[in-house]
């Protein structure tokens, strides 16, 4: 059986390496001759999967992504084709939620404006947006979620319009997916006047496709407002962001809020899973095994920490200044953006690090936040 696998998916050979051959290739830059063979083909967000892809292809019997996002596949023409296909859904979503919420602890830092005390609106209540609401909560701070349609499905949560979150919300974090038609589309959800509506000093925090706030908009409206602060993980055109956009935004980097270590072997490993119910082959391989161990112990704390003692802390887990510097040095470079996402090293998740502390209740709320071992 031959897999043609993206090449930036970590942990294939130990996961599908008894199933078939495994076949990496470049997944932006795929072609129809490429997967005329395939029997598998598992891709990531840079591949159109559509009918220009796999009309050549008569032998495909599955198609996966290990990734939240679907808008890069063509999921009406798999369909049609009887094509099983499987994503990832919530496979980085405590990826994408700390990287939310370790921006916030970053701006707060920098702006010396804590994050204590304020009020951040969450579009999009889903997997990643509960995530970052699981962060902030933890750290006792007051979120207000909009989502429409989990509002219509009876979600039990309580949920505000956007224009409440407009109107209250002093962080506004995005995690909706990028739809273009229907009453609840997402594309340039923040268009020009909607941006210019954004209350004095908001920090706008994108971490799910680039095209939810209309980039040109916000190039136009951020030159006229030093007041507003950007974090941009996801950019219109990518792999190629608007050039001027970069440089106004305190944190930028190439679409990596989901890229943990946890995060993308889950990815994969849900794949596994869902290829060998298919192939009605046992799947007997363990994720844990997959992760190493962190580099750092334990960390032992003498008092609960201060914000500032928790940026730190964060930080031993995920230092985003590097990340930021290193898209602002390397973007505009030949194949920049995709480089600096091939040759990422994954962080880790907070889960990874354990904390030591005797006063057991007065640090709770940093195992709610993720943290392992407080406390023993
Ligand atoms: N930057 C990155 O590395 C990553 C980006 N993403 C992006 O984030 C998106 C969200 O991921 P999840 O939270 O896991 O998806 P999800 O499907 O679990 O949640 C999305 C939520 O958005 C809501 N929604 C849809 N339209 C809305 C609207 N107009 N207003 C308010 N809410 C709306 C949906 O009802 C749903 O509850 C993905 O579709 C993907 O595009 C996901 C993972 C990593
Ligand atoms: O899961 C998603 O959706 C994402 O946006 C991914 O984290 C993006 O990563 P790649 O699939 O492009 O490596």
Redesign the pocket.
């Known amino acids: 059986m031959k897999i043609l696998v993206?090449e930036?998916m970590p942990y294939v050979e130990p996961l599908f390496g008894d199933l078939g051959d495994i076949i990496p290739v470049n997944?932006r830059t795929l072609t129809a001759a490429q997967v005329r063979e395939a029997d598998v083909l598992l891709?990531?967000?840079?591949t159109k999967v559509n009918a220009e892809l796999l009309s050549g292809n008569n032998k495909l019997k599955f198609v996966g992504?290990?990734?939240?996002?679907t808008d890069h596949v063509d999921l009406t023409y798999l369909a049609e084709r009887n094509i099983p296909f499987s994503n990832?859904p919530g496979?980085?979503a405590t990826a994408?939620g700390e990287f939310a919420f370790i921006a916030m602890l970053e701006l707060a830092q920098r702006f010396n404006s804590p994050l204590k005390g304020k009020v951040v609106g969450i579009v999009g209540a889903g997997n990643t947006g509960t995530a970052t609401a699981k962060c902030l909560q933890a750290y006792g701070i007051k979120v207000l979620l909009n989502d429409p349609i989990k509002a219509a499905e009876g979600d039990p949560r309580s949920f505000v319009s956007l224009d409440t979150i407009m109107a209250q919300a002093d962080i506004i974090s995005l995690h909706v997916p990028i739809t273009r038609t229907g009453e609840h589309k997402t594309k340039h959800l923040f268009d020009e006047a909607r941006l210019k509506a954004l209350k004095p000093n908001t920090w706008l925090v994108n971490c799910c496709?680039g095209d939810v706030i209309d980039n040109q908009a916000l190039i136009k409206v951020k030159r006229q407002r030093d007041d507003l602060k950007l974090v941009l993980d996801?950019w219109e055109g990518e792999p190629t962001p608007m050039p001027e956009l970069v440089p106004l935004a305190e944190f930028a980097t190439p679409?990596?809020?989901?890229?943990s270590l946890e995060?993308?072997a889950r990815?994969t490993f849900m794949l596994y899973q869902n290829l060998c119910q298919l192939l009605n082959v046992a799947a007997d391989k363990s994720l844990l095994d997959l992760l190493p161990s962190f580099n750092i112990k334990a960390v032992e704390l003498a008092a609960a920490p201060n914000e500032k003692a928790l940026l730190q802390l964060a930080r031993f887990v995920y230092d985003l200044r590097d990340d930021d510097k290193m898209f602002r040095n390397t973007f505009l470079n030949e194949n920049g953006f995709d480089t600096m996402?091939k040759n990422h090293q994954h962080r880790r998740e907070f889960s990874a690090l354990a904390l030591a502390y005797d006063g057991q209740s007065e640090v709770d709320w940093l195992s709610n936040l993720g943290f392992s071992g407080v406390g023993q």
Do not use: E, L
Request: net charge positive.
């Open positions: 993206d930036n997944g891709v990531r967000s840079v992504s290990a990734t939240i996002g990832a496979c980085n994408v496709r996801v679409h990596i809020a989901g890229y995060g993308k990815g996402r």
